[in-house]
């Protein structure tokens, strides 16, 4: 019987702590870790192994794992702040590192040649499909860095998820969640304001969105997260707008696909313009609400 592959899972967040419990689920030997511990509980709840530091849990590890919500908090570990040493430093050589945050394109490969000089494979691979698709394993990897790194880290994406695509050299993964993410927050945002504009006009929200969801307009907005509160009950719509994919990290999120395309001289109209939007729902105060919640900058809900 072969001994299992050593894991290090950084990052416990909404997404993070359900990937690292299918890891376990599948026998990988697993050591998380995160900076709370509520996260670090949660997992262990699961009988996910925990560590007391970064640095203890990528001992020995063979893989290592980071989900993590920004690109200075990616360098920040893999490379150091200040006078902290990087992650990096720590971690045996011919190790395969996955980072599954959507950061910067620019970021993802400069930790990536960090590694490379310490003899150490990268991919990035971000990852699509909301909290319920890393609680089912049904996640999606958008993957960029070399064929064989990929290959190495299949089994291990295989177990978090159902899709994996291979987008092209290191940071490709980053650039293609970018417009993937640019997309759904612009569709996010038109499809609260299609359903206001009906209900202003007496409409039925359910109906209208059952109408839409199986019409031109359907979308996973319209059949999976959709922005009105009772038209789905497992939305966060219905439950307050609390939990899913925050505001804030879509706003990060069109934030980078801007930067992304001031570099190559891309026009993004509609994604500047939702950008704006999810930036005055954090002014109303629901940054840390579902990115749904835009919809409550166009009208009164019941």
């Not at 394993?137 to 998820?161: H, Y």
């Amino acid at each position: 019987m072969s001994t299992p592959t050593r894991i290090a899972f950084i990052g416990l967040g909404h997404m993070g702590g359900p990937m690292a419990t299918n890891l376990h689920k599948a026998g990988f030997a697993v050591s998380a870790f995160d900076l709370s511990a509520d996260a670090l509980a949660a997992v262990r709840a699961q009988g996910v192994p925990t560590a007391d530091s970064a640095r203890a849990a990528v001992a020995g590890a063979q893989v290592v794992i980071s989900m993590l919500p920004a690109s200075r908090h990616v360098e920040g570990l893999y490379l150091g702040t200040g006078d902290a040493e990087g992650l990096l430093a720590a971690i045996e050589p011919g190790a395969l590192l996955i980072d599954s945050s959507t950061i910067a394109p620019a970021s993802a490969q400069k930790v990536a040649q960090a590694a490379a000089a310490r003899g150490l494979a990268m991919i990035d691979a971000p990852v699509s499909g909301g909290v319920a698709g890393a609680s089912a394993g049904t996640l999606t990897f958008i993957v960029g860095g070399d064929a064989a790194a990929l290959e190495r880290a299949r089994p291990v994406l295989q177990a978090m998820g159902k899709n994996i695509f291979h987008m092209g050299a290191i940071g490709a993964g980053q650039v293609a969640k970018l417009c993937n993410n640019m997309a759904l927050g612009v569709i996010m945002a038109v499809t609260g304001e299609a359903i206001a504009l009906g209900v202003a006009h007496g409409l039925d929200a359910k109906t209208l969105s059952d109408m839409m969801a199986v019409s031109t307009s359907r979308s996973w907005a319209t059949e999976v997260c959709n922005p009105w509160p009772g038209v789905h009950p497992n939305a966060p719509a219905s439950r307050g707008y609390s939990g899913g994919f925050g505001n804030d990290l879509m706003l990060k999120d069109l934030g980078l696909a801007v930067e992304a395309a001031m570099g190559v001289g891309a026009s993004i109209p509609l994604g500047e313009l939702a950008r704006n939007l999810y930036a005055l729902n954090k002014q109303a105060g629901r940054g840390g609400q579902d990115f749904s919640g835009v919809v409550q900058l166009l009208t009164r809900l019941p």
